[in-house]
């Protein structure tokens, strides 16, 4: 395969230059395009023209979540209807569902990249694609094939669940790769595990898309069907949709496509830049988008920038991992928590396992009080309780500043779901 689907720039100089051209292209798109696109602008005192550099970017104004539900149902769409070939929603679990529209260029182009997704992941022609992720009005299901089929390795679209039917395509078929959420991965290595099939299937590689991971739980999944990597794939409805960037094999952090949005990282409270490397909330700009481009959107999600080079020698940068959504924030006792920082410290203790519950309670007292439930790892015996609940208490205190109950509870007694795994249950008054 001698096709490649990475930036035709080499250089960062070179990327900030086509950075700046779709910039100043999607300020006059949208400007020209959409009334209240231009509104807003106008608003701003900024227009097409004030565009002269990438640091006036800062001049623009931010366009939110809100703005997407106040045009309901198709928002900020800045061409003319006849233009528009497709429509995903999102899956609305606030509010009403965000609605986006795409041209044809804007389904080739996040085609364009999804197959970098692959390329990324050194996928090979021969390789065999088991698709377990949502069809439908959602954006997953179809963009995962779409990369996959423009990339040449071939798609199995399975779709999500019916573990069933996956473990006997994974041994019919012999897949070589599988894209699926994080909390879907488990139960599947779980269920190879069971069956005691792992012999009997060629799994090699894993993309998951959509959810936080912690690194217990890849662990446990890398070991139990002995992948030789697990990728992490962004992306949400608004950016359309997942493949916006992907981990190389190094795995010190997602590569993005900066030659399709340009990504800030900002305070959430402030909206002033962070500084290179702390954690804050990803702010995209759209460089090459039609039907809706994106100006300074606030995603809520929090990562941070990784500074300089990736061994791999891509000219794409890198950011972490999503550690969470500045609206999962919870304040617990005056400190700031993101439930992504309690995965970090579970992840460093050897002896318990990837899921976990953090429940926080008002008591008679007045005070709130926060009960971490984990799970032993496989194997391990309650008598190992005293030593690793304190362990867990200690960590929790050092790195996040607080104290919490810890209660050990059996391997596979929590939950576990297709889908988003709940984790953080709210029981304080409001
Ligand atoms: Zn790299």
Known sequence: ?????????????????????????????????SPSYRAKLDEAGVGPESIRTLEDLERLPFTSAGDLREEYP???????????????????????????????????????????????????????????????????????????EAYGAMAVPAGPGNLDMQCQFLMDFQSTV??????????????VNRRGIKDKIRLRKMIFGSERSSDAMRNRIK??????????IPGMTELYGPGTGLDCIHHTGIHYWADYYILEILAPETLAPVPEGETGEMVVT?????????IRYRTRDLTRLIPGQCQCGSVLPRHDRILGRSDDMII??????????????LSGIRGIGSEYQIILDRKEDGRDYMTLKVERDH????????????????????????????????????????????????????
Request: charged content about 25%; proline content about 3%.
């Open 223 to 232: 070991d139990l069907l002995g992948l030789d990597h697990l990728f992490d």
């Open 332 to 345: 617990f006792r005056a400190v700031n928590i993101y439930p992504g920082q309690v995965d970090h410290v």
């Open 178 to 191: 599988m894209c699926c959420t994080a909390s879907m991965g488990l139960l599947m290595a779980e269920e």
């Open 74 to 148: 198709f928002p900020l769409l800045s061409v003319p209807f006849e233009d528009v070939v497709r429509m995903h929603a999102s899956s609305g679990t606030t509010g009403k569902r965000k609605v986006l529209c795409y041209t044809q260029k804007d389904i080739d182009d996040w085609t364009h990249f999804f197959a970098r997704c692959y390329e990324m992941a050194q996928l090979a022609a021969e390789d065999r694609v088991q698709l377990a992720v949502g069809y439908g009005i959602w954006t997953a299901g179809i963009s995962f094939q779409m990369g996959c």
């Open 286 to 294: 759209t460089l090459t988008k039609e039907a809706v481009p994106l």
């Open 1 to 33: 395969m001698t096709k490649t689907f990475m930036p035709r720039v080499e250089t960062q100089k070179e990327l900030k230059k086509l950075q700046l051209a779709g910039l100043k292209w999607t300020v006059g798109h949208a400007y020209h395009g």
């Open 379 to 430: 194997g391990v015996q309650n008598d190992r309780d005293p030593e690793l609940t304190k362990k867990i208490g200690e960590e929790i205190k050092k790195q996040i500043l607080v104290s919490a109950t810890v209660e050990l509870l059996g391997y596979g007694s929590l939950p576990r779901s297709e889908r988003k795994s709940r984790r953080v249950f709210d029981n304080r008054e409001q």
